[in-house]
């Protein structure tokens, strides 16, 4: 069974930074995708940041804020989240996708006071 381990959630002030983890049980390098989604309270899941063969992909919302990378040797994805905004305020969820497979986390909150 695959698993997602996210951390690095928390709380931050408006301007702050925070970096999550999202450590793999799975060879990570395989996927057709790997990503890091949100969800606020009341909104859809969105899509915030992904890695495909191809490209980087970032909303509009986060671009030049947020930067995604992840440690192939050791199946690791990250978010690096910088000047963060009360709008960022939600539930993050990594995601690897392979074929018709997805695999999500468990979700880390993260809190951004003005």
């Known amino acids: 069974q695959v698993r997602l381990v996210e951390s690095g959630g928390g709380l931050v002030q408006a301007g702050g930074s925070l ?3 999202c450590a793999a ?3 990570i390098a395989t996927m057709d995708v790997t990503g890091w989604y949100r969800q ?3 909104k859809q899941r969105e899509s915030i940041a992904v890695i495909t063969s191809s490209a980087t992909n970032y909303a509009a919302a986060v671009k030049g804020r ?3 990378s992840r440690d192939n040797a050791n199946n690791t994805l ?5 000047s963060l905004k009360p709008e960022d305020t939600a539930v993050y969820y990594c995601v ?4 018709w497979h997805e695999y999500w986390g468990q979700g880390t909150q993260v809190t951004v006071s003005s």
């Not at 990250?78 to 910088?82: E, I, K, P, S």
């Open 25 to 27: 049980s799975i060879n």
């Open 66 to 68: 947020f930067t995604i």
């Open 78 to 82: 990250y978010l690096q989240m910088n």
């Open 96 to 99: 690897l996708k392979k074929l």
């Open 40 to 42: 606020s309270p009341g």
């Open 19 to 21: 970096s999550l983890s």
